[in-house]
């Protein structure tokens, strides 16, 4: 007796469980029948009583009607969501899950859906990720909510308000939650008031269009208190948008300090009117191109590192060519700007045309690796990551050049040879082989410019043309040979475009900026920083 009570007690509890188990199951059923049967307005009651049941399988039930894989099986009429593999579709259980074998679609009949009804499953299906254990899901079923404002989900956002602990998502819940209220015509005015101040914190544009909506539809306090709300969003957004136009022209303006500080050393130190320099930055694409080609087809896991591996590779190859344009054209051209103008011109020709007959004339494929793909929030600023890896290696490649010209022999002859030529030769300095290294610094940087362009840009033997012209405006506007000059002239000719493209233009806001440089090196030749020496007295 002693051991029978228990044991008839765990009999009794095993046999609650089996019906209590059964009565969920007979439950479940009868609301996926609902589904499949009655007019528009009964389909989306039951939508909602099966959102609404906290069974366990609502989830994957309605994400299958959504996708439009919820069938009835004709030959014993069970609910089951099928998934296609290969000419006919797996089949699972809707009510249990379990595997049920598979069919062809003629054996089965597709629970339809409008796109009334869509909608519904879409707001059902984010009432339920709101209790997911998943934190980014919770956030994102309550950003849906917030964008849908559906009434339905009020009860079940509640019921996780109630037990969310982190204080982003509660906050976002409470945004969705003031939403709803706001969506909601008979919402008491001092609910819609508290609701207005907090959707007007979040200030986005979606709370902007909830606010103007509801100071449209409404009148009295609340009308005043959205249409405020509303003005004050829209001074928010446009500080943002002025934050956006200021980190687009950083962006701008670092690839233009890329594509213009290899001239400046050029220019600078050997007076050297260097035409073919884009041609450096194109050549620095291709061999990026190449690094790529070779690596998918030899070494795919390599990818990721493909632009690393390019950069060394772009610098000698951009600097030897260089190089041997120093060595070849422009030593005998010396003291003779616009024959350096006409020569090198020519060479950009050719190389434009080597390049079109090596790889032909259409634009060529540079992928991005995955930690230069995407984007993140700011506050309301977008930043993506691959604009903001090249700001990063533009200020490098800056202070990397900075630190050589000041802390290495070859940086204390340039500074010499760009000070006082004829002084720097009559103490012992070899001009002519600081010329041939100057010319290959430059270029070789301009080929590191290549591989970050070709990451924006498409890789293409015109790609050099776009950024020349900008070049030397960057460089005559910072200062002939003046680094800090050339970084300060790049971006703000990079933020005043960005700025002045929304009201003029691409086209007309270069044209604006290129008449700006004329008055401005009118009152000043030597552009903001001139370099000071005895041969530029």
């Given at each position: 007796m002693l051991f029978?009570r228990?044991?008839?007690?765990?009999?009794s509890?095993?046999?609650?469980?089996?019906?209590?188990?059964?009565a969920?199951a007979?439950?479940?059923?009868?609301?996926v029948?609902?589904l499949?049967?009655?007019?528009?307005?009964?389909?989306?009651?039951?939508?909602?009583?099966?959102?609404?049941?906290?069974?366990e399988?609502a989830a994957?039930?309605l994400?299958?009607l959504?996708?439009?894989?919820?069938?009835?099986?004709?030959?014993?009429?069970?609910?089951?969501?099928?998934?296609?593999?290969?000419?006919?579709?797996?089949?699972?259980?809707?009510?249990?899950g379990?595997?049920?074998?598979?069919?062809?679609?003629?054996?089965?009949?597709?629970?339809?859906?409008?796109?009334?009804?869509?909608?519904t499953?879409?707001a059902?299906?984010g009432?339920?990720?709101?209790?997911?254990?998943n934190?980014?899901?919770?956030?994102?079923?309550a950003?849906?909510?917030?964008?849908?404002?559906?009434?339905?989900?009020?009860?079940?956002?509640?019921?996780?308000?109630?037990?969310?602990?982190?204080?982003?998502?509660?906050?976002?819940m409470?945004?969705?939650?003031?939403?709803?209220?706001?969506?909601?015509?008979?919402s008491?005015?001092?609910?819609?008031l508290?609701?207005?101040?907090?959707?007007?914190?979040?200030?986005?544009r979606?709370?902007l269009?909830i606010?103007?909506?509801?100071?449209?539809?409404?009148?009295?306090?609340?009308?005043?208190?959205?249409a405020?709300?509303a003005?004050s969003?829209e001074?928010?957004?446009?500080?943002w948008?002025?934050?956006?136009?200021v980190?687009?022209?950083?962006?701008?303006?670092?690839?233009?300090?890329?594509?213009?500080i290899?001239?400046?050393i050029?220019?600078?130190?050997?007076?050297?009117?260097?035409?073919?320099?884009?041609?450096m930055?194109?050549?620095?694409?291709y061999?990026t191109?190449?690094?790529?080609?070779v690596?998918?087809?030899?070494?795919?896991?390599?990818?990721d590192?493909s632009?690393?591996?390019?950069?060394?590779?772009?610098?000698?190859?951009?600097?030897?060519?260089?190089?041997?344009i120093?060595?070849?054209?422009?030593?005998?051209?010396?003291?003779?700007?616009?024959?350096?103008?006409?020569?090198?011109?020519?060479?950009?020709?050719?190389l434009?045309?080597?390049?079109?007959?090596?790889?032909?004339?259409?634009?060529?494929?540079?992928?991005?690796?995955?930690?230069?793909?995407?984007?993140?929030?700011?506050?309301?600023?977008?930043?993506?990551?691959?604009?903001?890896?090249?700001?990063?290696?533009?200020l490098?490649?800056?202070?990397?050049?900075?630190?050589?010209?000041r802390?290495?022999?070859?940086?204390l002859?340039?500074?010499?040879?760009?000070?006082?030529?004829?002084?720097?030769?009559a103490?012992g300095i070899?001009?002519?082989?600081?010329?041939a290294?100057?010319f290959?610094?430059?270029?070789?940087?301009?080929?590191?410019?290549?591989?970050?362009?070709?990451?924006?840009?498409n890789?293409?033997?015109?790609?050099g043309?776009?950024?020349?012209?900008?070049?030397?405006m960057?460089?005559?506007?910072?200062?002939?040979?003046?680094?800090?000059g050339?970084?300060?002239?790049?971006?703000?000719?990079g933020?005043?475009?960005?700025?002045?493209?929304?009201?003029?233009?691409?086209?007309?806001?270069?044209?604006?900026?290129?008449?700006?440089?004329i008055?401005?090196?009118?009152?000043?030749?030597?552009?903001?920083?001139?370099?000071?020496?005895?041969?530029?007295?």
């Amino acid at each position: 007796m002693l051991f029978h009570r228990p044991f008839s007690a765990l009999l009794s509890v095993l046999a609650s469980l089996a019906l209590a188990g059964t009565a969920l199951a007979a439950d479940l059923t009868a609301l996926v029948g609902n589904l499949t049967s009655g007019g528009l307005g009964e389909r989306e009651a039951a939508i909602t009583a099966l959102a609404t049941s906290g069974e366990e399988r609502a989830a994957p039930i309605l994400e299958a009607l959504g996708a439009g894989q919820l069938y009835i099986r004709t030959s014993d009429k069970l609910a089951v969501i099928g998934k296609v593999d290969g000419n006919r579709l797996a089949l699972s259980e809707a009510i249990s899950g379990k595997p049920a074998g598979s069919a062809v679609e003629a054996d089965l009949e597709r629970v339809r859906v409008n796109n009334r009804l869509r909608g519904t499953i879409e707001a059902a299906v984010g009432s339920l990720t709101l209790m997911s254990p998943n934190a980014r899901v919770r956030l994102s079923a309550a950003d849906a909510l917030f964008k849908r404002r559906d009434a339905t989900a009020l009860a079940a956002l509640d019921q996780a308000l109630a037990v969310e602990k982190d204080p982003r998502i509660k906050r976002t819940m409470s945004e969705a939650r003031a939403a709803i209220v706001l969506a909601t015509a008979d919402s008491p005015p001092a609910q819609k008031l508290a609701a207005i101040a907090l959707v007007r914190d979040r200030a986005d544009r979606d709370s902007l269009g909830i606010l103007k909506t509801v100071a449209a539809a409404s009148d009295g306090e609340v009308k005043t208190a959205a249409a405020a709300a509303a003005d004050s969003i829209e001074q928010t957004l446009a500080a943002w948008q002025m934050a956006q136009n200021v980190w687009y022209g950083i962006s701008l303006g670092s690839v233009l300090l890329l594509a213009a500080i290899g001239l400046a050393i050029t220019f600078g130190t050997m007076g050297v009117i260097n035409m073919a320099h884009g041609e450096m930055v194109m050549l620095g694409a291709y061999t990026t191109f190449v690094v790529q080609d070779v690596i998918r087809t030899s070494a795919p896991h390599l990818f990721d590192v493909s632009l690393i591996i390019a950069l060394p590779l772009a610098f000698v190859v951009s600097g030897a060519i260089g190089i041997l344009i120093e060595r070849t054209i422009i030593r005998f051209l010396y003291g003779r700007p616009l024959d350096t103008l006409l020569a090198t011109w020519g060479l950009s020709l050719v190389l434009q045309q080597a390049v079109r007959s090596i790889f032909g004339s259409s634009n060529r494929e540079v992928g991005a690796p995955s930690w230069m793909s995407g984007a993140f929030q700011l506050g309301q600023l977008n930043i993506t990551y691959g604009r903001l890896w090249i700001v990063v290696f533009a200020l490098i490649v800056f202070a990397s050049l900075i630190l050589l010209l000041r802390k290495t022999p070859l940086g204390l002859y340039m500074r010499a040879v760009t000070q006082n030529r004829p002084m720097a030769a009559a103490v012992g300095i070899r001009t002519p082989r600081v010329d041939a290294l100057t010319f290959g610094l430059g270029s070789g940087i301009a080929g590191l410019a290549g591989v970050a362009l070709s990451q924006i840009d498409n890789v293409s033997p015109n790609l050099g043309q776009g950024y020349i012209i900008d070049s030397f405006m960057v460089v005559v506007f910072g200062g002939v040979g003046n680094l800090f000059g050339t970084l300060i002239g790049a971006l703000t000719l990079g933020v005043v475009n960005k700025f002045l493209e929304p009201y003029a233009g691409a086209v007309l806001g270069k044209i604006l900026v290129l008449v700006f440089i004329i008055m401005f090196i009118q009152r000043r030749p030597r552009g903001l920083f001139a370099l000071k020496g005895r041969s530029v007295e």
